[in-house]
């Protein structure tokens, strides 16, 4: 079992940076993969970014692509999301997840969430 825990929210002007962290216990962590959703008021929830139980590949959301990197280090149980040249549009609250297949864009393939971190990006 995985129970994640996000921090590093905030408010960040356009064209900042911010790194989230997903704090996650549990055994099993390198196990599973691991996922950034977001959801913006009144957006579906969206995948950002995922990253193989090994940390071995990466995929991103097309909007994202190039600005935000995804990675882990499993001797920690901790994920990590690098937001680079943030825009407004990137205002959401961001969640992290734990699934057993890599790369799944819908949020039902994921069986644990944390509570989600709030990113506010000012224009």
């Known amino acids: 079992q995985v129970q994640p825990v996000e921090s590093g929210g905030g408010l960040v002007q356009a064209g900042g940076s911010l790194r989230l962290s997903c704090a996650a216990s549990g055994r099993t962590f390198s196990s599973y993969a691991m996922g950034w959703f977001r959801q913006a008021p009144g957006k579906e929830r969206e995948l950002v970014a995922a990253v193989r139980g090994s940390g071995s590949r990466a995929c991103y959301g097309d909007s994202v692509k190039g600005r935000f990197t995804i990675s882990r280090d499993n001797a920690k149980n901790t994920v990590y999301l690098q937001m680079n040249s943030l825009k407004s549009e990137d205002t959401a609250v961001y969640y992290c997840?734990?699934?057993?297949?890599?790369?799944?864009?819908?949020?039902?393939?994921?069986?644990?969430w944390g509570q989600g971190t709030q990113v506010t990006v000012s224009s």
């Open positions: 997840a734990g699934g057993v297949t890599f790369c799944n864009t819908n949020p039902r393939g994921y069986v644990y």
